[in-house]
């Protein structure tokens, strides 16, 4: 496995973090000064793995980022659907006001077994209920770049839906 890389950026009052390829044990997440912040905007685009270790590393710093400033605003990007597995099962996995703004959503062919992870673009924080929407709508039909059938998530749908009903009521 590569080592865990992260790297951030400030700009004006919001935090942008882009996280590496795995999260462990031996992650160490930066110390960042966030009182004069009013969002941090996580992105998971390039986020793969995250073990046990990662986990409890992750939790830890992810619950200090709204103990440090209690009015920050956490916005979640390219949530990786190994991140929604964990959320489904650890509670406080996600910061409590946190926001999915877009997420990775599997697909699997019955046909010739090809997987994809399709980008579902939930745009701005929004309410619980508008999110569903459009979460249903960009999800559509799927067919296989590979053989042509129909593709089918490859998730527990209840999974995807409950993230983001419980992540988009923090939007101020």
């Known amino acids: 496995m590569t080592p865990f890389k992260l790297s951030y950026a400030i700009d004006r009052d919001t935090v942008n973090i882009t996280l590496g390829r795995e999260i462990s044990r031996e992650t160490r997440f930066p110390e960042l000064d966030l009182n004069k912040v009013k969002r941090v905007v996580l992105d998971f685009d ?9 986990v409890r590393n992750w ?19 390219n949530v990786r659907f190994v991140l929604v597995k964990q959320e489904s099962l650890i509670t406080g996995f996600f910061p409590k006001r946190s926001s999915v703004v877009s997420m990775y ?7 010739c077994g090809q997987t994809l992870n399709k980008k579902v673009d939930l745009g701005r924080p929004a309410r619980a209920d508008e999110l569903q929407k459009q979460f249903a709508s960009a999800l559509g039909e799927i067919n296989c ?14 999974q995807l ?12």
């Open 161 to 172: 839906t409950r993230l983001i009903g419980s992540y988009a009521r923090h939007v101020s």
């Open 46 to 54: 390039k986020t793969q793995v995250i073990n046990s270790g990662g």
């Open 59 to 77: 939790v830890m710093w992810a619950t200090d980022l709204e103990k440090i400033n209690s009015e920050i605003q956490i916005i979640l990007k």
């Open 105 to 111: 959503v599997p697909f699997a062919c019955d046909g």
């Open 145 to 158: 770049p590979k053989c042509g059938h129909k593709m089918e998530l490859d998730a527990l749908e209840e």
